[in-house]
Antibody
């Protein structure tokens, strides 16, 4: 089935940057598209961004377009999310998700990002 | 952007009972583009159903999905203790995902 392990979360001040990583193992990472999805405390799920298996196409939600950047390294089996100009409303658990453009078939356990002064 | 509205917000049932969850879209959604997830407290979501009616790998057959157009349902034929959780529907459209707000299935 594989494993997805997110890291890089923490407490950061508004306006600052943070980079998240997702280490993939147990499956052929380079064959799968990948998403980031977040969940604010006590709230529902919010899709953020998707990258195709080869990194050639990227899609973003309006809420993060221009602030967040998704990327991948298929040699290192790693997915990344660079988050700039963070806002308090970006506070959430961030999940790395394997999947197609249509749905996500495997989710990591998430990493917590807290944006607070 | 297509908005998904799930109902009811909370469903209180006993183990062994049947659960029927609804997901209504603000515009027609291709059946191929509708998925359901289960999330237990403190855990990541798990894919249950994709393409509106296809069970994901390892999902018991007591879970079934159906519907078309703007109305979709997730049915749990007989609730097991481990099924109590929050369920989300999700659709793909215009190169993005949107989720419903979730239905909590709790033990009565």
């Amino acid at each position: 089935q594989g494993q997805l392990v997110e890291s890089g979360g923490g407490v950061v001040q508004p306006g600052r940057s943070l980079s998240l990583s997702c280490d993939a193992s147990g499956f052929t990472f380079s064959s799968y598209g990948m998403h980031w999805v977040r969940q604010a405390p006590g709230k529902g799920l919010e899709w953020l961004t998707f990258i195709t298996y080869d990194g050639s196409k990227k899609y973003y939600a309006d809420s993060v377009k221009g602030r967040f950047t998704i990327s991948r390294d298929n040699f290192k089996n790693m997915l990344s999310l660079q988050m700039n100009s963070l806002r308090t409303e970006d506070t959430a658990v961030y999940y790395c998700v394997r999947g197609t453009l249509l749905y996500g078939d495997y989710w990591g356990r998430g990493t917590v990002v807290t944006v607070s002064s | 952007e297509i908005v998904l509205t799930q109902s009811p917000g909370t469903l209180s049932l006993s183990p062994g009972e049947r659960a029927t969850l609804s997901c209504r879209a603000s515009q027609s959604v291709s059946s191929s583009y509708l998925a359901w997830y289960q999330q237990k407290p403190g855990q990541a979501p798990r894919l249950l159903i994709y393409g509106a009616s296809n069970r994901a790998s390892g999902i018991p057959d007591r879970f079934s999905g159906g519907g078309s157009g703007t109305d979709f349902t997730l049915t749990i034929s007989r609730l097991e203790p481990e099924d109590f959780a929050v369920f989300y529907c999700q659709q793909y459209g215009n190169s993005l995902w949107t989720f419903g707000q979730g239905t909590k299935v709790e033990i009565k």
